[in-house]
């Protein structure tokens, strides 16, 4: 306090303050120089050298004045240009509580990360409060949150936006320590971003236009998980699956719901256990694609062969059966052979399997007659996805093979899968030709003469989404749409 009293004396409206005691003693000091110098000058004046010694006295003095004068230029601590002497001015900072010192630095970069996260809590108040304190001391922002009130707690589903430096390791040590349990991570995509409701209604308009859609659409509101399709009466024969009630079954990681067709649609996560809310919207999905019936895209691709024909390629279901019978029969034993890797007299009772909506998309290559010349098929199998293709003998090596494989890897883009995959024959020279002409990463894994090839639709084809005549185009063949 007292040093602070004496600054503002000092100091009144920007002048200094003079006091008359800072006077008489600068006054009394003048005249003690003055009698001082008198006497000495009485001293000397009076000797017999006192006028050499006065002028040597003067001479000293302006040498010494001149010295001080160059040493102080030369050594001084003069301010630098443009400093004024004023104190420096005060920090500027945001209005606000004072930062954390233990508050982890903002990133260089600015970059962040998407996470989806689901963790455990106690069903008690105060809970989901530790939680989102917890996210928050690390700086992580809750962009959605969704619960799920259980018997014996509440799940809570996150989208996070985090720092780029904070690992999945790190999320869930503090949300463990926050009281969170059972808790599940994982990265996500701009897509994620979307509401749930908004995500929900443009699956069901999806599925509502294809009945294909409904295992992909499955795929997408669930999750990774894998879905199967039983039919009530196997094409093997044999007994179907136990029936469900219409109400489905849930029953930890797996589901399984009544297929609009018959069958039971069995749905599996191993890593992470269904939600009430997650079974309703599977099962609402369900229910609208039974009421809607069996439903195909109508349209269709007139192609122009090398050779001038005309091919119309079109997707195809089982109202179609009949005329797929009647080009097996006009195919030999051994190109039905190459495709369905077992006797020929076998290969009709995979059609009803293949040409059904339920297990993927089919397109056929027809004549300007409506004769099926050409099949191909777009399998869902369990969590991947399958190529096949079927071509009549009279018009194979035409390109209708490639045309037909390049509308269905353009399909599989569209729905999102990583890769396709054909089973063959080490023999089948047409399917590993029409495979290399894709174009994309190719594996290759060959067991007993059974050659599986593997397509890995990579980041470029899945961003490109490559309309189906653009396509059709880069294989090497010409087209236009009726």
Same mark, same amino acid.
């Given at each position: ?175 463990? @320590?926050?009281? %969170? =349990?059972?808790?599940?991570?994982? &990265?996500? #995509?701009?897509? /994620? +971003?979307?509401? $749930? ?107 122009? @062969?090398?050779? %001038? =024909?005309?091919?119309?390629?079109? &997707?195809? #279901?089982?109202? /179609? +059966?009949?005329? $797929? ?158």
């Amino acid at each position: 306090m007292t040093s602070d009293m004496s600054r503002v004396t000092r100091a009144k409206h920007g002048r200094p303050v003079h006091h008359w005691r800072r006077d008489l003693v600068e006054l009394a000091a003048l005249f003690t120089a003055v009698a001082v110098a008198d006497g000495v000058a009485n001293l000397i004046g009076h000797g017999p050298d006192g006028p050499a010694l006065l002028v040597i006295s003067a001479v000293v003095l302006a040498a010494t004045a001149g010295f001080h004068t160059w040493w102080a230029r030369r050594h001084g601590h003069a301010p630098p240009a443009g400093d004024t002497g004023a104190r420096p001015a005060a920090e500027v900072r945001p209005a606000g509580p004072a930062q954390d010192p233990g508050a982890a630095a903002p990133d260089a970069a600015g970059a962040s990360a998407l996470w989806r996260m689901r963790t455990t809590v106690r069903d008690e108040p105060g809970s989901l409060a530790a939680l989102c304190a917890a996210l928050a001391g690390r700086r992580v922002d809750i962009l959605s949150l969704q619960t799920h009130p259980l018997a014996d707690g509440t799940v809570d589903e996150f989208l996070l936006r985090a720092p780029g430096a904070l690992t999945a390791t790190e999320l869930t040590r503090a949300v463990s @320590l926050a009281g %969170g =349990a059972s808790t599940w991570i994982e &990265r996500a #995509d701009a897509h /994620d +971003l979307v509401d $749930a409701p908004a995500r929900v209604l443009a699956l069901a308009t999806r599925t509502a236009l294809d009945t294909a859609e409904l295992p992909l659409a499955l795929r997408q509101l669930l999750g990774r998980c894998t879905i199967r399709s039983l039919p009530a009466t196997p094409f093997g024969g044999g007994r179907g699956p136990e029936p469900v009630p219409a109400e489905g079954v849930l029953e930890d990681t797996v589901m399984r719901l009544r297929a609009p067709e018959g069958g039971v649609l069995t749905v599996e996560r191993a890593y992470l256990p269904f939600t009430p809310a997650e079974f309703a919207r599977a099962r609402a999905l369900v229910e609208l694609d039974r009421r809607l019936g069996p439903r195909i895209p109508d349209g269709r691709d007139v192609l122009t @062969l090398p050779e %001038g =024909a005309d091919i119309t390629v079109r &997707r195809v #279901d089982t109202g /179609d +059966l009949a005329a $797929a019978r009647e080009m097996h029969e006009r195919c030999s034993r051994h190109t039905l052979g190459l495709r369905y890797h077992g006797p020929a007299g076998d290969a009709d009772r995979y059609l009803n399997h293949l040409l059904s909506p339920r297990f993927g998309r089919t397109l056929a290559a027809q004549t300007a007659s409506g004769r099926i010349v050409g099949l191909g098929h777009l399998l869902w199998d369990g969590d991947e996805t399958e190529v096949a293709l079927l071509v009549e003998d009279a018009w194979q090596r035409r390109g209708i093979g490639a045309e037909l494989l390049g509308r269905l890897v353009a399909m599989a883009v569209e729905a999102g899968c990583e890769s396709v995959y054909a089973v063959t024959q080490a023999s089948n020279t047409g399917m590993v030709a029409a495979m290399r002409g894709l174009g994309l990463p190719l594996d290759y894994q060959i067991e007993e003469g059974t050659l599986v090839v593997t397509a890995r639709l990579g980041a470029a084809a899945v961003a490109a989404r490559a309309s189906r005549e653009d396509l059709g185009e880069r294989l090497g063949g010409a087209g236009r749409r009726d």
